[in-house]
């Protein structure tokens, strides 16, 4: 694949320089489980996954086009439907990543 291709799928994508920098904070998550702590619809054993799923979420459709769908699908279900933006996760983050910059990219993702 040449790098036109690449450019080519970075704009079908609608990734802009801003998204390439919020990809590399997004990444920084440690999988500490503090927002998890945190966050009023967290509950373990039930089917919300909290911040750092969103996060892996955006990175990973993000990054592969071919799962993009799929990938929406579980965020929805996981994470969207129950999530109600007290934004915690944010406040406790060790590593300061701005969830809601993720959750606000994911939802602008061209289907
Ligand atoms: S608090 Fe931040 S670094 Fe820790 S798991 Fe959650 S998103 Fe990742």
Not at 21 to 41: D, F, I, R, S
Not at 43 to 51: Q, S
Not at 88 to 93: A, G, K, Q, R, T
Request: with cysteine.
């Amino acid at each position: 694949m040449g790098r036109r291709d690449t450019c080519a799928d970075h704009r079908q994508r609608h990734l802009r320089h801003g998204d390439h920098a919020h990809q590399y904070t997004a990444a920084k998550c440690l999988k500490c489980g503090l927002c998890l702590e945190v966050c009023p619809n967290y509950v373990n054993g039930k089917t919300f996954f909290g911040a750092a799923f969103a996060n892996d979420c955006y990175l990973v459709a993000t990054r592969n086009r071919a799962e993009g769908g799929r990938i929406r699908a579980l965020y929805a279900e996981h994470f969207g439907k129950t999530c109600s933006k007290s934004l915690s996760c944010m406040e406790v983050c060790p590593m300061k990543i701005p969830t809601l910059a993720s959750m606000s990219k994911l939802n602008r993702l061209k289907r």
